[in-house]
């Protein structure tokens, strides 16, 4: 039996081994296979350089930074998930500076550009020419009872409403296990675009934010979750899927944060990006979406 026809025996019965290739197994024609049948594919072992420790590096120095303003003394050789929970427990608050500030190094910006990313993404786009808004490319630190930062179902076009289609990239930056709440998936539920309902957001207090999260409207959440396929990732892993494609966090129940990268691309030419000068979703209330797929969004009386 071939290496290929191995990796598809095994992806019969294993809904995860359906989308996963290892780094070496990697052609344009499986990549391609697994993006369009499952809507996402998952590359074990893509990124082996340096880029992922240096953004660790990065962060690790940001932190031990902020712990010694505060007049602590970390100890600098410590664990990132060690210093990031001394930091949370002193102030909550200067661990979101943190997450905000993370994206503004070139460590970030070198990882969610990462060259071998592209060269994924361009295949599965057979596009030259990529497109990767800045504000779409978000970092996370996801922690344990902090349930308000989570994404319920739901797919990630009309929050970018980039081109069609558009790759999310999904890289960790530490291991992903499952008691870290790892992204659920449903394979194969990329075929059409949901209606939704826009609802606001709930904050830390239970409160709604002015903010408003694009939720299913006609599809039980409850199913979903009995159908999920949850992606568990070494660092250097990465998991590329379709913007139509339904997922939802997972539940971080470990003292370890889930620390990702998530840009989008999409093809720089796509016909829609360029008949609308580039414009994507920017709105808090997602005003290009209503406009562009008013039937897409389910009223009060629905
Ligand atoms: O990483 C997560 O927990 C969810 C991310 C997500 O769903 C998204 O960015 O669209």
């Not at 997450?99 to 910006?109: G, L, S």
């Not at 999310?168 to 296990?177: D, F, K, Q, S």
């Not at 039980?220 to 139509?244: I, M, N, R, S, Y």
Request: proline residues 8%; charged residues 20%; negative net charge.
């Amino acid at each position: 039996m071939t290496r290929h026809a191995m990796l598809d025996a095994a992806a019969a019965d294993d809904p995860l081994a359906a989308l996963e290739l290892p780094v070496e197994a990697m052609s344009a024609e499986a990549l391609r296979g697994r993006f369009e049948t499952e809507g996402a594919v998952i590359v074990r072992g893509l990124l082996q350089d340096a880029r992922i420790a240096d953004l660790r590096a990065a962060l690790q120095a940001m932190i031990v930074a902020q712990l010694r303003h505060a007049g602590l003394f970390p100890d600098p050789a410590a664990d990132l998930d060690s210093l990031f929970n001394a930091l949370c427990t002193h102030d909550r608050a200067l661990g979101a500076a943190v997450y905000e500030a993370a994206r503004q190094t070139p460590a970030f910006y070198a990882l969610a550009t990462h060259p071998w990313i592209q060269d994924v993404v361009r295949t599965l786009l057979d596009a030259d020419l990529l497109h990767v808004p800045y504000d779409k490319a978000m970092f996370r630190i996801d922690r344990a009872h902090e349930p308000w930062h989570e994404f319920q179902w739901h797919q990630d076009y009309p929050y970018n409403l980039m081109g069609e289609p558009t790759v999310t990239v999904w890289a960790p930056l530490t291991p992903v296990t499952g008691a870290m709440g790892p992204l659920h998936i449903v394979p194969r539920s990329h075929d059409r675009l949901q209606r939704v309902r826009l609802v606001p957001k709930t904050g830390p207090d239970g409160l709604p934010r002015s903010t408003l999260t694009a939720t299913l409207a006609d599809l039980d959440e409850a199913a979903l979750d009995a159908t999920a396929v949850k992606v568990c990732l070494e660092p250097g892993d990465v998991l590329f899927f379709h913007h139509l494609l339904l997922h939802r966090s997972g539940r971080n129940a470990s003292p370890r944060a889930r620390w990702s990268l998530v840009p989008r691309y999409a093809a720089l030419l796509d016909p829609g990006l360029v008949s609308r000068g580039w414009a994507i979703e920017r709105s808090p209330d997602f005003a290009l979406f209503r406009e562009m797929h008013p039937d897409a969004v389910a009223g009060a009386e629905d």
